[in-house]
């Protein structure tokens, strides 16, 4: 895998209101490459073991019903700088505090329905790419 990837995840909320589209749209403006992409369901235990590193704080049960309930899609994006400008592209976790123009700000619901998620490190987007792609789906 070459340097400069990250992974997102464009939660259920937005795949339920249609929102996958123009979401893709801002991730192709913004100039990365889509080198992987899978459409699929999150089970509530893939979910605990993705968000593993949060278990036994007040928000996991909860982001892990939600994100198990309904589809995602999850995606490998390559880009110099790709975790730094995708965080810039999607805006603030809290869409009240995301700045004009980013995706969270425009497509959010609340909080835990942000839209969609991405790696906030390296070390995470090696785990996240890793759960989701074999290296045989990569390109």
């Known amino acids: 895998m070459p340097l400069g990837y990250t992974l997102a995840m464009i939660k259920p909320s937005a795949c339920r209101k249609n929102h996958v589209g123009p979401i893709l749209a801002m991730i192709n403006q913004a100039d990365f490459r889509i080198s992987a992409i899978r459409s699929t369901k999150l089970?509530?235990?893939?979910?605990?073991?993705?968000?593993?590193?949060?278990?036994?704080?007040?928000?996991?049960?909860?982001?892990?019903?939600?994100?198990?309930?309904?589809?995602?899609?999850a995606l490998l994006l390559e880009k110099e700088n790709a975790i730094e400008d995708f965080r810039k592209l999607i805006g603030n976790t809290n869409p009240e505090m995301a700045e004009?123009?980013?995706?969270?700000?425009?497509?959010?619901?609340?909080?835990?329905?942000?839209?969609?998620?991405?790696?906030?490190?390296?070390?995470?987007?090696?785990?996240?790419?890793?759960?989701?792609?074999?290296?045989?789906?990569?390109?």
């Open 100 to 139: 004009e123009g980013t995706v969270r700000k425009r497509f959010a619901e609340s909080l835990q329905k942000n839209a969609i998620h991405g790696a906030d490190s390296p070390e995470n987007a090696k785990r996240e790419a890793d759960f989701f792609f074999n290296q045989r789906e990569r390109y």
């Open 43 to 73: 089970t509530k235990e893939e979910a605990e073991r993705f968000y593993e590193m949060h278990r036994g704080k007040e928000f996991y049960d909860d982001l892990c019903e939600f994100m198990s309930s309904g589809s995602i899609i």
